[in-house]
């Protein structure tokens, strides 16, 4: 409101614009079904549509200035683009982005002879995009911008007279069919993203015509067959990223000679050979992604010539051997995953890696099996922040020298034969969010210090990502294993379960309010179930389930708002089970085991009713078999009182009833 009273204080210069222009803008308003906020586009208050949220005009003088910008990106605008659009015939620049606009793409928005940029990104755009007329008429565009929609059908074929291309984006759509040979006619193009679609069949030659290329993004598409060998033409070629894809075959030759390139993600193919880089030709080789792939033999000592590698991912693959030495010369390494690689010997795997003084991530899942953890003093990862060496049947105790590792925000050492105590010294950890020494032999009692965690009672922590070349999976066993993208998509866990744990939980737990998991199933703990645990505000699952936990649950756990998984069957706990809230929604499998539990009144002093199936014998109590055992029941009553001259007495007695009758 105050804004528009200041309306008519302002220059009026600066608030006019042309008369068709303010048509056209209106005629547009009135096609969403939101208003445009911050500013009200109403033509009836004021002519001056250049003062309007987003609208940018020309630098002309006068009653005539021009609308050459509308950036309406993030505005929360809701409808559909009307064809009212095209009399903005200056209009050079369209960001509609991050709104939830809908339906169809009209043709008028390819009819603006002087549009340059239309960035639709993150709607609800549906239908094709072919047969638009693209570039026919506005011969200038420079970025098109169509990701994140709802798109269908295939690449358009008249992109080709798209001459002025420089920036194309179709990802994370459903778009579907072979590129087009009209695409590889784009000189002009620098960026290319495709990733996230449908698209199938081979990379064509042709990609190797796009000699302007910087960056090239084919990645979770059915592209398949080999790869083509075109990369020489590519000389300005700094990102390719094809992972998730049906890539077979050798690495091109040209490829791995690419001087230009900086990043190399092919993850997740099945490409097969040797890995065989050229580093000494790669210089600017930041960040390689080969892992989940069909590759042999041992790992190259060549790629520690790659002096500017930070991320490198060859995990999953058919590798075997030893680290080599050189590895330690890989000075700018801040992220590496040999996971599932087959590798032998770790003791010297971390003397070689303790070198690599700016690693901060290191996973090592599913290697050396049955080998003693190194208890080496001298081993020091002073910048690590996240460490998984699950799933690979280590022995001995948990190794000293991780104490030292005081960045250490993820541990999963899960999967193991670790033996020995909890150490104190987990609590010191200032960012340790997520620990997991599940399925190991620990024994002893939890250390008191496990419940001072800060980054779990306060939840300050940043966490560091790794690039996009990474994915970590949880090191499970028996059952798929669960793969994530970003450290920060894992929930803040502690894991303890399967293991020999005894003693009491702590009521200090429940200081840890930003604690999202607490598995302490499949153990040896007793004593009660603190009412303390309530304190924990973001608990979504706690498992105490097949341990020797007694007394009562506490009542003060149905104020545990976001818990959704609650187990504590086979226990030895007694009393009435808490109603209300989460509680109301957990199944009977969650208190079986205990036979002092009761959905009814009842104290741990009373003798209970087993817990099983309760909630059905409350509703099939008069059931078949009830009917049937009281029907036998008063059959056998009847014949045992005839038999026993109960119901008939004999004649002697009967005299004795009347005598006794007759005298009363």
Known sequence: MALSFELPSLNSETLTCNP?????????????????????????????????????????????????????????????????????????????????????LPDDLFKLQNIEIIDISNNAFVGSINNKGMCITSTKIRVLNFSNNYFSGAVPKDLANCTSLQHLSFDENNLSGSLPESLFQLKNLSELNLQVNNISGSLSNGIGNLSNLVKLDISFNLFSGVLPDIFTRLARLEQ?????????????????????????????????????????????????????????????????????????????????????????????????????????????????????????????????????????????????????IGNCQLRGPIPEWLSRCHKLQFLDLAWNHLGGNIPSWFGKFESLFYLDLSNNSLKGAIPKSLTE?????????????????????????GGPSLSYRQISSFRPTIDLSYNILQGPIWPGFGNLKRLHVLNLKENKFSGPIPNDLSGMSDLEKLDLSHNKLSGEIPNSLINLSFLSNFNVSYNQLCGKIPQGSQFDTFPNTSFEGNNGLCYAECTCHSKQIPILSLRKRKRTIIGLPFKIGAATGFVLTVICCFISGWALPKPHKRKYIRFVTSYK
């Open 20 to 104: 068709d222009d303010l048509r056209a803008l209106t005629g547009f308003s009135n096609c969403l079904e939101s208003t445009i906020p911050e500013w009200s586009w109403n033509s009836t208050d004021s002519p001056g549509c250049c003062a309007w949220t987003g609208v940018t005009c020309d630098n002309s003088t006068g009653f005539d200035r021009r609308v050459v910008g509308l950036e309406l990106g993030s505005k929360r605008l809701v409808g559909k683009i009307c064809g009212s659009l095209a009399g903005l015939n200056q209009l050079r620049v369209v960001n509609f982005s991050h709104n939830f606009l809908g339906g169809s």
């Open 240 to 388: 390719f990223s094809a992972r998730s894809n049906l890539f077979t075959g050798h690495l091109p030759t040209t490829l791995v000679n690419s001087p230009s390139l900086r990043m190399l993600i092919l993850n997740k193919n099945s490409l097969s050979g040797p890995i065989n880089l050229n580093c000494s030709a790669m210089k600017n080789l930041v960040s390689l992604g080969l892992g989940n792939n069909l590759f042999h033999g041992p790992i190259p000592d060549s790629l520690s010539s790659c002096r500017g590698l930070k991320t490198l991912n060859l995990g999953r693959n058919n590798l075997s051997g030893e680290l080599p030495n050189n590895f330690k010369n890989l000075k700018s390494l801040t992220q590496l995953s040999l996971s599932n690689t087959s590798l032998s010997n770790i003791l010297s795997t971390l003397r070689i890696l303790q070198h690599c003084r700016n690693l901060s991530m290191l996973v090592l899942t599913r290697n050396f099996h049955d080998e003693q953890i190194p208890n080496d003093v001298s081993l020091e990862f002073k910048n690590l922040n996240s460490l998984i």
């Open 453 to 477: 965690l800060r980054s779990l009672i306060s939840g300050k922590v940043t966490i560091e990502e790794p690039v996009s070349s990474f994915q970590l999976y949880t090191a499970g066993q």
